[in-house]
């Protein structure tokens, strides 16, 4: 019986073969856990870690009976929660892999719509209740059999903390779009449902009695911005320690008396909030000391690396465009099409006659991207090297052997795709001597901002992209780099790829698509921007919801090889 | 008063801090009770030395040690710091990382410097009795914020030695306290924002908070005395150009701006805008209207100007009370709240008038006392007490008084809910 690839081979089967069950079930003999047999029944003792508990491995599990009626009812009370106790049921690995791909389906979504959107308005929300509703997850009380909704919310949450606990970015990214998705949910819970609420998540926020809010009456409304006018016999007003509104009392917008902060009930959502991130924050470092443990499970090692990095969108690989580009055409399309990482890179390769690996690497696929040959490019790092007094045979020996690995054509014979904007952001950040990365995420603001100068950006420009970067929309700010170089209003489509990019350039330079405006592009008021901004988000969310079809089946692929 | 000389520092702190400053009261303010293990071990101290030799991360066992170090070194300065994890005089010797600041007293400093833009009769490092009131308002208001707003019950105002003042509280709970929470209560307490290139700096919204109309009913007891008699911010046509541009360009500035010529004193003017203010017409939506643009003024002129780095930080050092300041000489004395308004400055003891005093005392007593050794111990305990440190010892040990009624309280409490008899 091999071993090697037992994990991955265990998988291959959907389920049916019980010979396959059998043989993954000795695989894993040697931990105690799986006594029971039958393929789809899976201990998934990953959650017991993610509570802090230590492993618990169990002797024979019993399956938990299906839960009916009422009882299901009783573990589901809200259509939201707050995640404080993990999943203790039995999944199968397809079901956990599903789960992990809906949610960061569902969360991918909620940062996109939140980019594409001002949070809040009507547009947003709408459009964001459509995307859970597609995605099966739990939204709204009131709807019947919101049990299955409401479980998929709640274990595919668990599963993702385990493939996000893992960087500082990473734990970033996952707080941000679960705390807004949770904004979302707390928005359209009906006001009587909110005490239960809060009182089943054991948040102790005191409701004061009506003699002690007429006391205080109009410092209540003095204070808070959100009540609007006399009407505070309607409103709940919670009594809070200061400490525990501090988004609210910094900013003055609550009434503070003897330490205590009086929250009407609209304003308690930024408490919760606040809540919330702390508790996730602090589970997701535990989650992160616990995870080798979960790591060595080979079952699940691969999918966690892989949705942590998951990019979604074309990968620029297929060269259809291969010899198009000349050698002597690189300066200039530096210059006027290529996105800034890899303008900066190629400047820096010109100007020093060199780059180290991470910009090679970088830089290299990009150029096989946009259509360089494999000759070409040997040609091109060559000539460029041999200027820093690099000896011919010293380049022929130690890199021209590395870039034809990257084209595939030595050792594994992977061709290598250009990397993504995200995988450019979040792994192997630059350090100094090194010029790969992303500019707007790498680099300080004050050389951003000369580096923007020196471009030729307009000051307003480099403010909103400063602003965004601020933001940490670091591609949206790549976008409004697109923007100002080529003299467009909107650059009309969601930016994942430096390759996209140059593709999406040559697009605007050589005609094609008419969106050269005439007019030069005003301060952007608001209401403009917003209109032009959901013309485009909603084109640009259609192709990234193809693309991320598309994507989903190679993950799928991934696993069925 | 003695004239103070910066020269004579070395001989006269010899004599202070053998003699005058009150090591038993320090002590009992800084070891909080003895409640939690090594609370006074872990402080930090810094000590800034002759020729501006600066040392961090002193730390002392118990009061004798204190007292021997400070006698040792002589410090021009002392700066209190945090409570550490470890001794900070040993932390080189704990493992990166492990070695953290974990408690400190919320802390305030307010400098007179910070006004240079609203006062007319000094500027920088120079206070006068004019401009002292800005002091006297600011701790008025940032006193009621921290008592009735946030609930703290111990809070420790020092003059500074020089040209301000400062605040710590020391509540169990605020020592506690996270740098957001501190860099939020001081957020919550500003209202003055911009430097030299914003012209107004004051801006009201429609929604007063209780706060801030708490603070415009305290400035309003000094505004006539010190900003329109005092500081004369109406006086003449310089003056009164930087007010009206506080003033937003409608017909109403035009109208201040010739019927000003008209009045002859800053409180005319005063009362002039008060009233062109509260009369504009109603089509006018944007401008402020009604009494917005007077508090505005106001505030600009006198609200308190708090330093964000210096509240925010749980291991920034401050400078302790009962220090010497080096340039003026001043101690840093606490101030009696009951009498706030009448604290000057200027009659703040200094260390040569102290010593002086001490000087005239002792020879006097020596020639009556017998026993040498027995004075020593009794003039060492109750020297400050024959000095003009007396009454501002006085403040201090009904702080500390304060303090222990409430620690007790606590203590009491706890053992109540477990029901300890």
């Known amino acids: 019986m091999r071993t090697t690839r037992a994990g991955v081979g265990g998988r291959k089967i959907r389920g049916r073969d019980l010979r396959a069950s059998r043989f993954r079930f000795r695989f894993y003999k040697k931990s105690p856990a799986t006594r029971e047999g039958g393929c789809q029944a899976l201990c998934v003792v990953e959650f017991a870690v993610v509570a802090g508990n230590k492993m618990e491995f169990s002797g024979v599990k019993r399956r938990k009976p299906w839960l009916i009626g009422d009882q299901r009812k009783a573990s589901y009370p809200h259509s939201l929660q707050f995640y404080l106790q993990p999943p203790s049921e039995n999944i199968s690995l397809i079901e956990f892999e599903n789960l992990a791909i809906d949610r960061l389906k569902l969360l991918k979504s909620v940062e996109n719509l939140g980019v594409s959107y001002v949070k809040g308005t009507e547009l947003y929300q709408s459009k964001l209740e459509a995307e859970i509703r597609k995605l099966k997850f739990s939204y709204r009380e009131s709807l019947e059999d919101e049990y299955e909704p409401r479980r998929k919310d709640h274990i595919s949450h668990f599963i993702l903390r385990l493939a996000y606990c893992q960087s500082e970015d990473l734990r970033r990214w996952f707080i941000q779009q679960e705390m807004d998705l949770l904004r979302f949910r707390f928005s359209i819970l009906p006001k009587d449902k909110i005490q239960s609420f809060l009182q089943d998540s054991h948040l102790h926020f005191e409701a004061i009695s009506e003699e002690e809010k007429n006391l205080r009456e109009q410092e209540i409304i003095a204070s808070s911005t959100s009540l609007g006018g006399p009407k505070l016999e309607l409103e709940y007003v919670y009594k809070i320690p200061f400490a525990d509104a501090l988004d609210l009392f910094r900013g003055r917008k609550v009434y503070l008396e003897n330490g205590f902060a009086y929250v009407p009930l609209k304003d308690i959502v930024a408490i919760i909030l606040n809540e919330f991130r702390a508790k996730l924050s602090k589970a997701l470092a535990l989650t992160a000391r616990s995870l080798p443990a979960v790591q060595s499970d080979e079952r699940l090692q691969p999918l966690l690396n892989h949705l942590s990095h998951s990019y979604i969108g074309q990968d620029y690989s297929i060269q259809g465009n291969a010899g198009k580009i000349s050698l002597d055409q690189i300066d200039s399309l530096s210059t006027k099409s290529f996105p800034p990482c890899m303008r900066q890179l190629h400047k820096a390769l010109r100007e020093n006659h060199h780059l180290r690996h991470g910009g090679r690497m970088q830089y290299g696929l990009f150029l096989k991207g946009i259509g360089l040959t494999l000759e070409q490019a040997l040609q091109f790092w060559k000539q460029e090297f041999i200027k820093g007094k690099m000896d011919p045979d010293k380049f022929d020996k130690g890199y021209s052997y590395n870039i034809r690995h990257s084209f595939g054509k030595e050792g594994k014979r992977t061709d290598y795709t250009p990397f993504s904007c995200l995988k450019i952001i979040l792994t192997n950040p630059p350090s100094q001597g090194d010029y790969h990365g992303c500019p707007f995420r790498h680099s300080d603001p004050e050389l951003l901002k000369q580096k923007l100068q020196s471009y030729k950006i307009t000051p307003g420009g480099i403010s909103q992209i400063l602003d965004l970067v601020k933001g940490t929309h670091y591609q949206v700010a790549c976008q409004k780099y697109f923007e100002m170089t080529h003299n467009v209003d909107d650059c009309g489509f969601s930016l994942n790829h430096p390759n996209q990019f140059f593709v999406e350039s040559q697009r605007v330079l050589n005609g094609g698509k008419d969106i050269k405006k005439e007019s030069i592009p005003p301060e952007t008021p608001q209401p403009k921007q917003s209109a032009q901004k959901t013309k485009n988000a909603s084109s640009a969310l259609a192709s990234l919801n193809s693309s991320l079809e598309m994507d989903m089946e190679g993950l799928e692929d991934y696993f069925s090889e | ?421």
């Not at chain 2, 005089?89 to 410097?113: C, P, R, S, W, Y």
């Not at chain 2, 089509?283 to 007077?294: H, Q, R, S, T």
């Open chain 2, 1 to 421: 008063m003695e004239p103070f000389d910066p020269a004579e520092l070395p001989e006269l702190l010899k004599l202070y801090y053998r003699r005058l400053f009150p090591y038993a009261q320090y002590y009992r303010w800084l070891n909080y009770g003895g409640v939690v293990k090594n609370y006074f071990q872990h402080r930090e101290f810094s000590f800034t030395l002759k020729d501006d030799i600066y040392i961090r991360y002193q730390s002392f066992n118990n009061q004798s040690d204190l007292e021997k170090e400070m006698q040792k070194m002589n410090p021009y300065k002392i700066d209190i710091g945090a409570v550490y994890s470890h001794r900070p005089n040993q932390h080189n010797t704990v493992k990166l990382g492990a070695f953290q600041a974990q408690e400190k007293e919320l802390v305030f400093d307010i400098d007179m410097t910070d006004y240079d833009d609203v006062r007319r009769c000094c500027s920088s490092a120079d206070i006068c009795s004019k401009c002292w009131t800005l002091m006297t308002m600011a701790i008025r208001i940032i006193d009621r914020a921290l008592k009735e707003d946030f609930g703290f019950k111990h809070r420790l105002w020092v003059y500074s030695g020089r040209r301000g003042v400062h605040c710590w509280v020391c509540d169990e709970s605020v020592r506690k306290l996270s740098s957001a929470v501190r860099s939020g209560i001081v957020e919550y307490l500003s209202l003055v924002k911009g430097g030299q290139d914003v012209k107004k700096k004051v801006h009201l919204s429609e929604n007063v908070h209780p706060f801030v109309r708490k603070s415009i009913s305290i400035i309003k007891k000094y505004f006539e005395g010190y900003a329109l008699v005092g500081q004369d911010i109406l006086e003449n046509k310089e003056s009164w150009d930087k007010i009206l541009a506080l003033v937003p360009e409608t017909p109403m500035h035009n109208d201040l701006q010739q019927n000003f010529q008209k009045h002859h004193s800053s409180l005319q003017r005063w009362e002039y805008l008060k009233k062109a203010a509260s009369q504009c017409p109603s089509n006018i939506k944007n401008e402020k209207c009604g009494p917005w643009l007077e508090w505005e003024i106001m505030l600009q002129y006198c609200f308190p100007r708090l330093d964000i780095n210096v509240s925010k930080g749980i291991n920034h050092l401050l400078k302790s009370p009962f220090s010497v300041h080096p340039k003026t000489g001043r101690i840093s004395v606490p101030i009696d709240l009951q009498k706030v308004d009448q604290f000057d400055p200027f009659a703040v003891p200094t260390i040569s008038s102290i010593c002086h005093e001490l000087d005239a005392i002792f020879t006097s007593e020596v020639e009556k006392e017998e026993n040498q050794a027995e004075s020593d111990i009794k003039h060492r305990t109750r020297d400050y007490k024959k000095t003009s440190l007396a009454p501002y010892v006085k403040v201090f040990e009904q702080f500390l008084e304060n303090l222990d009624k409430s620690r007790k309280g606590e203590l009491l409490k706890k053992s109540d809910l477990q029901k300890d008899f």
